[in-house]
């Protein structure tokens, strides 16, 4: 009998695994074979082989990652940027033009800023926060407008309802780039978005042991994807395919404790006299507060915060944390520091820095895993030896 279920947490375990069990075997195995015999179809689409992104292991995910957002197909790729740089790659050619939101993350503005205009395809930059703005932007060859659930490293939330109206509207694709939501915070399809894109190496996976990416969103654009990756090339292998599968099946159960922790930091963080401001979207305080709880299910476990005391604050703090490992990404089961200063924005002049709001004092948390008393515990006595130094 097929099973019935409503929740994400019963779709993360039972959407798209194979009916019957293969061989009984509880869990999907990996199909760990680079082609398979010719099953005697009559075009290439029947030929199986791991770069045409068509392995059992990968059916098994485009199945459960679609039924996740609540859309039509989704297709992994080897990277976040394989699956950004593909769909990108698929709806822009030569003449064609985008509007992308402001301040993306690096790896998508650089290749916004200096590879796409190689490709003969032209960028505006638009403020997601001010969708009167973006008509002016328009051109007869505006083809799509791109935006990210939350930015980085300063948790804020453009006015995402707007995107898919605008889109509409104007005949152009609207694509969000979803991972610091994940689809248990947001899911871009039920808003309206025709694509959704995941760094599927941070929360979908969440154990800082893969690199993968996935687009999810209307079948007739993921298959146009497909035929794109297939030739590009930027395919999932079937390990770390398995591995993907494993780590979405703790989805929900991990965002919603990194989430409850996060806030109870974020809380804790914003009534400490040595931090002069905090930004998570959870906080009452925060700027994007109630367009984030009309469109979240949950804030995710993503905050950054500033101190007072600048660089030397910032030394003193990452000296005395003890759990929190100061390395890049996001996502993962234990609690991440990144100093974005020093880091994801060290390419920016510090006046600009200081003009878009990333001090020296500022420091980006991806909450883990770990107990919320032990996590606040260890910023507590950090942040009394960054107000003495
Ligand atoms: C990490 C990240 C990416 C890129 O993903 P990779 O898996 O590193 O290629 C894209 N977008 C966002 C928001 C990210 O955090």
Redo the contacts with the bound molecule.
């Keep these: 009998m097929a099973p019935t279920y409503e929740s994400i947490d019963s779709k993360l375990i039972h959407a798209g695994e194979p009916r019957p069990r293969i061989r009984g075997s509880v869990i999907m195995p990996i199909f760990q074979s680079a082609n398979f015999e010719d099953a005697g179809g009559d075009d290439y689409a029947s030929v199986r082989y791991i770069r045409l992104n068509n392995t059992p292991n990968h059916q098994v995910l485009h199945a459960k990652l679609a039924i996740l957002e609540g859309a039509e197909a989704a297709l992994v790729t080897a990277?976040?940027?394989a699956a950004?740089s593909t769909t990108l790659l698929t709806l822009l050619q030569v003449g064609d033009h985008i509007l992308m939101q402001d301040g993306l993350?690096g790896?998508?503005h650089e290749l916004a800023r200096s590879d796409l205009p190689g490709f003969g395809i032209q960028v505006d930059f638009i403020d997601a926060n001010d969708p009167g703005s973006w008509e002016s932007l328009l051109r007869p060859t505006t083809r799509a407008i791109y935006v990210?659930t939350m930015t980085?490293p300063l948790l804020q939330v453009g006015d995402l309802a707007a995107v898919p109206a605008f889109a509409r509207a104007h005949g152009l694709v609207s694509l969000i780039?979803n991972?610091?939501a994940s689809p248990v915070n947001f899911r871009p399809a039920e808003h309206g978005f025709d694509l959704s894109l995941h760094?599927c190496?941070?929360y979908l996976n969440g154990h800082s042991d893969i690199?993968a990416?996935c687009v999810i969103g209307r079948a007739d654009l993921v298959k146009r994807i497909r035929h794109r990756l297939n030739h590009l090339g930027g395919s999932l292998d079937p390990h770390t395919c398995f591995l993907l599968q494993r780590g979405l099946k703790t989805l929900a159960v991990r965002i919603r404790h990194q989430g409850a922790s996060a806030q109870a930091l974020a809380e804790m963080l914003h009534d400490h006299p040595v931090v002069s401001r905090v930004n998570y979207p959870g906080l009452a305080s925060h700027p994007h507060h109630q367009r984030a709880r009309a469109l979240f299910d949950g804030f995710s476990g993503m905050l950054s915060f500033d101190l007072e005391g600048g660089a030397t604050a910032v030394d003193a703090l990452l000296a005395n944390l003890t759990l929190p490992v100061n390395a890049p990404s996001?996502g993962a089961v234990e609690s991440l520091i990144t100093l974005p200063a020093r880091t994801s924005h060290i390419g920016l002049p510090a006046a600009e820095r200081a003009r878009i709001g990333i001090g020296d004092g500022l420091v980006r948390v991806s909450v883990g895993l770990e107990g919320s008393d032990d996590l606040m515990a260890d910023f507590r006595h950090a942040l009394t030896a960054a107000a003495a130094a």
């Design positions: 990277s976040g940027m950004i993350y790896g998508t990210e980085n780039d991972t610091f760094s190496t941070k690199v990416g996001l």
